[in-house]
């Protein structure tokens, strides 16, 4: 459903991704891993149009999209989340959803997709009349994955759905975008947490200096010695940290 092929971009002068490929086929999630900075969220960028791709190609549907428009792209049903601060504080929940729908016409259609997100996470049902700046870190995450489903997606692009939060409400949000990919959503999704996304995911790709190191199916990455040094190990150290302090 998305192929990218040889993608090199980067900012000003300085060049961040240098020949990456990978692909994500119609109705699977497949999970793009690397540590900070490596640039997984560049990648994101660039296939939403967000910035200019200098050299590779994107393919959606069959259908180049690299240098469109980042309207024309959410047009063609794929949408980015991005990393879970990215609400309308002074808006209500509702209201944020709303916004989600703004390139749709159908209402009953949204009114219908507005109670799919309640159903997906009933604690935003709760608060839709409260302004979301009110709204707990894991709230607010749920809030932005609940206004790209209400743009009708065909593809989702999750970008860190866990930063910051603890592991019962990963888990809670992480069930969710399982069953979102069930009711036939493709999801990407990119994660610092290695483990989390390789029990979610069945494919992934691991990226290191711009392009992708390693790839494969996730079992098999789980259990893979390379993989288990070099990530497993260091991101459980690293996501405990952030959980004790
Ligand atoms: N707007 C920007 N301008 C200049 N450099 C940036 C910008 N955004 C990110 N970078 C740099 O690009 C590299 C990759 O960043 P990013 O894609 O955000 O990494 P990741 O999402 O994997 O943590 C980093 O070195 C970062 O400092
Ligand atoms: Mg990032």
Redesign the pocket.
């Known amino acids: 459903m998305l192929k990218v092929t040889g993608l090199e971009t980067?900012?000003?002068r300085?060049q961040?991704l240098r020949g990456l490929d990978m692909e994500v086929p119609q109705g699977r999630i497949v999970a793009l891993l690397?540590?900070?900075?490596?640039?997984?969220?560049?990648?994101?960028?660039a296939v939403s149009g967000l910035?200019r791709v200098w050299n590779g190609q994107i393919e959606f549907n069959g259908e180049r999209i690299d240098n469109k428009a980042p309207d024309q792209i959410v047009r063609r049903g794929l949408i980015q989340v991005t990393q879970g601060k990215d609400s309308y504080p002074s808006m209500t929940v509702e209201e944020n959803l709303k916004v989600g729908a703004f390139t749709r016409s159908d209402k009953p259609g949204v009114a219908r997709d507005l109670e799919r997100v309640y159903d997906y996470f009933p604690v935003l049902k709760e608060r839709r009349r409260q302004l979301a700046g009110t709204l707990s870190g894991g709230e607010v995450q749920m809030l932005v994955i609940g206004r790209g489903l209400m743009a009708a997606p065909k593809m989702m692009l999750l970008?860190?759905p866990s930063a910051a939060l603890a592991p019962k409400v990963v888990l809670d949000i992480f069930a969710n975008i399982n069953r979102i990919a069930r009711s036939g959503v493709t999801i990407l999704v990119?994660e610092?947490n290695v483990r989390m996304a390789l029990i979610l995911a069945s494919y992934a790709y691991i990226?290191r200096d711009g392009r992708i190191l390693i790839e494969g199916d996730a079992d098999d990455l789980m259990h893979d010695e390379n993989v288990k040094m070099s990530f497993l190990g260091g991101t459980v150290a690293d996501s405990s940290r952030e959980y004790m302090s």
Do not use: A, H, W
């Open positions: 980067g900012y000003g300085v961040i690397g540590g900070n900075g490596t640039g997984k969220s560049t990648m994101l960028r910035i970008d860190e990119v610092q990226i």
